[in-house]
C-alpha cells in the first residue's frame, strides 16, 4: 500500500496535496485506496470462480485442437461421432477436492448466477447510496460477500442448484458495489481529479489479476476449497480499514483537515446538492445522451464480462495451457487494463485541467481507444491462427486499450448528472450487466460440442461488433453535459448558465 501511495504522490503531486499541509497525506488520497481495494477484493470473489470451476468438474471429453489438425490432414471428419477418443486416465486427472459431473450447461449457469443476483441490487443501489449514505452500504455488501463464498464449498456439497443460489445472492451483494462508489467519487473527487478516482475503480482489475494466479497456485498446492477461503479472509480484512477510514463525504470526515475540505467542497461547487433529491426517472431515461451512454457501456461490460468468464476456458481449452498457467495468462490482459487505466485517466485529467478540448470531445474521442481498437484487436484474434502466445497477446492488447474506459463510460455519468451519478451507473449497469450471463450461455452454445478456435471465431466476431458499435452511437449522440434534471428545481436561467461553461 506504501508503494502505491508514493507512486501516486509522485507522479501527481501537485493534485493530491491541493489543499492540503504538505506534511498530512491527503484524506482523499486515502478514500481512493479504500476505492480501489473495494473493487479489488469484489473482485476476486467475482472471478475465482471461473478458475475454481475447471478444478471442480469432471474433465471434459474433448479433442484439442493438435488432434484435430490431425485428423483433418488425415481426410477425417472430426465430427464423426465413430471417432474413439481416449478419455483422461486416473494419472492425468488431477486430485483438487470433490469432482462433481457438472455439464457445459450446467456451469454456464453457475457462471452466470453471479450477474443474475448483480441485476436485483444494481438499479436501485445509486438511490440507496444517495439516499442513505455508500459507506456502510459498501461495508456490508463486503462483508456478506466475504461469508457466502467461505461458504461455497459447503454449498457445492449439496448440489449445483445449491452453488447457483450462494453466487446469486453473492451477486445481489456485489451489485451495489460500483453505484454506490461512484455516489462517493462524485462527492469526493475535485473535477480535476475525476480521473484518477474513477480509475481507482480500476482496482477490480487487479482483482482479477492477482485472483486468477493466486487461485491456480492454491488449487494445486491446497485444492480448490482454498481458492474460495483465501480471498474470503482477504475481504474481511479489507472491510475492517473501509469501516475505520471511510465517510460518506468531506463534510462527515471525523479526521480530514479544513484545509482540504474547503477545497472540495469549493471545487464541487453547486453541482452536489445539499438535499436528497428524488432521480427523475423519466427525464433520465428519455435523455439521448443518457441513452447513448447506456449503450456505450453495455458494449464495455460484453468485452469486460467476455473474457471474464471465458478467457481461462478459452486459454485451458483451445490454447491448452495448464490450470495455474491459464489462470496466469488469463489475468495478464486485466494487468494491461489497469495499468492503462491509470494512464489513459492522467491524461485525461491533464487535457481537462489544461482546457486542451472540451470534455464531451475528450469523452468522444476516448471511445477510440475503449471500444474502437479493442473491438478491431478481436477481429485479428480470428485470423491470428493457433499460435497461443500469438492469441494472448492479442487478447491482452484488446483489454489494454478498453483500460481508456476511465475516460468515457465510467465517468460520464458524472458529467450528466453528478446529483444522481449513483442511480445513473445503477441504471447503465443493470443493463450491461445482462451480458455478464449472456455471454457464458453464448460460449457454451458455440462450444456444446466442441472447444477450438472455430468455434471461439463467432464469438469473438460477436464481441468486435459489441465494442464497436455502442462506440459510434456514443460519438453521434453523447455528451458530457451536465444535464437540466441534475437539479430538477433549479430555475431555467441558472441551468442554462451552467451549460454555457461546457460546449459539444
Not at 497461443?388 to 489494454?400: D, M, R
Request: charged share 10%.
Amino acid at each position: 500500500m506504501r508503494t502505491l501511495i508514493i507512486l501516486i504522490t509522485s507522479t501527481e503531486k501537485d493534485y493530491w496535496t491541493l489543499g492540503s499541509s504538505s506534511d498530512h497525506i491527503p484524506t482523499r488520497l486515502n478514500i481512493g485506496i479504500m476505492l480501489f481495494l473495494s473493487c479489488f477484493v469484489s473482485y476476486m470473489l467475482r472471478v475465482n470462480m471461473s478458475v475454481n470451476l475447471l478444478a471442480m468438474v469432471q474433465p471434459v471429453q474433448k479433442m484439442n485442437q493438435h488432434a484435430l489438425t490431425l485428423l483433418s490432414s488425415n481426410g477425417t471428419n472430426a465430427n464423426d461421432t465413430s471417432i474413439s477418443v481416449p478419455m483422461p486416465t486416473a494419472s492425468t486427472v488431477h486430485n483438487y477436492g470433490p469432482r462433481y459431473n457438472w455439464s457445459s450447461h450446467d456451469q454456464s449457469v453457475i457462471l452466470g448466477a453471479y450477474f443474475y443476483g448483480y441485476l436485483v441490487t444494481s438499479l436501485p443501489a445509486g438511490v440507496l447510496a444517495e439516499r442513505f449514505g455508500p459507506r456502510n452500504l459498501v461495508g456490508s455488501s463486503l462483508a456478506v460477500s466475504a461469508l457466502l463464498t467461505a461458504l461455497t464449498p459447503l454449498a457445492a456439497t449439496y448440489g449445483m442448484w445449491t452453488v447457483v443460489v450462494n453466487r446469486a445472492a453473492l451477486g445481489i451483494c456485489g451489485g451495489v458495489l460500483y453505484p454506490a462508489l461512484h455516489n462517493l467519487v462524485s462527492r469526493w473527487a475535485p473535477p480535476d481529479e475525476k480521473g484518477k478516482f474513477v480509475s481507482a475503480l480500476m482496482g477490480g482489475t487487479f482483482g482479477t489479476v492477482v485472483t486468477w494466479p493466486l487461485v491456480g497456485v492454491l488449487i494445486e498446492t491446497f485444492g480448490w476449497s482454498f481458492a474460495f477461503y483465501v480471498p474470503a479472509v482477504i475481504t474481511a480484512i479489507v472491510v475492517t480499514f473501509w469501516l475505520i477510514i471511510v465517510a460518506d463525504s468531506p463534510a462527515k470526515h471525523p479526521r480530514i483537515q479544513k484545509e482540504e475540505q474547503d477545497y472540495i467542497i469549493k471545487s464541487l461547487g453547486d453541482t452536489i446538492s445539499k438535499q436528497n433529491l428524488l432521480p427523475p426517472v423519466l427525464k433520465m431515461v428519455t435523455s439521448l445522451p443518457f441513452l447513448a451512454l447506456l449503450v456505450l457501456h453495455f458494449g464495455n461490460l460484453w468485452g469486460l464480462y467476455f473474457l471474464l468468464t471465458a478467457a481461462p476456458k478459452f486459454m485451458s481449452e483451445v490454447l491448452g495451457f495448464k490450470l495455474a498457467k491459464a489462470g496466469f495468462l488469463a489475468a495478464l490482459p486485466y494487468l494491461a487494463r489497469a495499468l492503462a487505466a491509470f494512464g489513459f485517466g492522467s491524461i485525461g485529467d491533464y487535457l481537462r485541467k489544461k482546457s486542451v478540448f472540451s470534455v464531451t470531445t475528450i469523452r468522444k474521442s476516448f471511445c477510440l481507444f475503449s471500444h474502437i481498437i479493442p473491438g478491431l484487436f478481436l477481429v485479428g484474434l480470428i485470423y491470428a491462427g493457433f499460435d497461443p502466445y500469438v492469441c494472448v497477446a492479442i487478447i491482452t492488447l484488446s483489454l489494454g486499450f478498453n483500460g481508456a474506459s476511465t475516460m468515457t463510460n465510467l465517468q460520464n455519468s458524472q458529467d450528466l448528472a453528478p446529483n444522481f451519478a449513483g442511480t445513473l451507473y445503477g441504471i447503465i449497469n443493470f443493463v450491461g450487466t445482462t451480458s455478464g450471463f449472456i455471454s457464458p450461455m453464448l460460449v457454451a452454445h458455440f462450444t456444446a460440442q466442441r472447444s477450438t478456435m472455430d468455434e471461439w471465431q463467432y464469438v469473438f466476431a460477436i464481441g468486435a461488433a459489441a465494442y464497436i458499435i455502442p462506440a459510434v452511437v456514443f460519438v453521434l449522440f453523447g455528451s458530457a453535459v451536465v444535464q437540466k434534471w441534475n437539479e430538477p428545481g433549479q430555475s431555467e436561467s441558472k441551468q442554462t448558465t451552467k451549460q454555457m461553461q461546457e460546449t459539444y
